[in-house]
């Protein structure tokens, strides 16, 4: 009975989340883990906008329901989530430029950075390194080979080196491994201010790049 109850209220909960998303029509894409245990979920919208979901440590209750976008150009790519529960996601411009998000645990937006255009690479996927919050991010070249960036909030903090081209095959994701760990950082204000203020942002940020 208990099992029953909380589907329901997990079923209701993602009716509204779904109605608040409507009328984009929206494919769950990724998901990342954070420190708190949360889980961050992304959605894509046929439009290019994003809705990101965080789910409880259960897994049986929407916490946090956050939409944004779309803009002109971008697309998005991906999403990862860091150790301190702060989550990033990868956005590509129509020239090959990549836009990196951090959001903070209420997926409020706090920052973005810009990488490229670099002739002949894409910017493909990015995954969190659960020790310093760098994010480690998957270019591919057009012949197949590929490249890692360790980028902080400032700008790239490393470069990995480029490996391949190898026939037949072709990359996919990269990830970083834990060293040692940090605390997760408090929750954020999650109020409808906030949201507000964090959209702004994200769209002052995203249009400043290219105009």
Request: aromatic residues 10%.
């Amino acid at each position: 009975m208990i099992a029953r109850s909380r589907l329901r209220v997990l079923v209701a909960a993602v009716a509204i989340c779904i109605v608040a998303m409507a009328p984009r029509v929206a494919s769950a894409q990724a998901t990342g883990v954070g420190g708190d245990g949360n889980t961050s979920l992304l959605w894509k919208g046929t439009d290019s906008s994003i809705a990101l979901w965080r789910l409880d440590p259960t897994l049986g209750q929407i916490t946090v329901n956050r939409s944004y976008g779309p803009y002109v150009g971008y697309t998005p790519v991906a999403l990862t989530t860091d150790i301190a529960s702060y989550t990033h996601v990868l956005w590509r411009y129509t020239d090959g430029t990549a836009a990196i998000w951090t959001l903070d645990p209420a997926l409020n937006f706090t920052a973005t950075v810009f990488f490229g255009p670099y002739f002949g690479w894409t910017a493909e996927s990015l995954s969190a390194d659960p020790t310093n919050g760098s994010i480690r991010v998957l270019w591919k070249r057009t012949d197949g080979a590929v490249a890692i960036f360790a980028v902080g909030p400032t700008g790239v903090l490393g470069y990995e080196g480029v490996y391949g081209p190898y026939l037949g095959y072709e990359p996919a994701a990269a990830v970083s491994g834990p060293r040692a760990l940090r605390s997760a950082a408090k929750m954020p204000s999650t109020n409808a201010s906030s949201e507000e203020k964090s959209k702004k942002a994200a769209a002052a940020a995203m249009a400043r790049h290219h105009n």
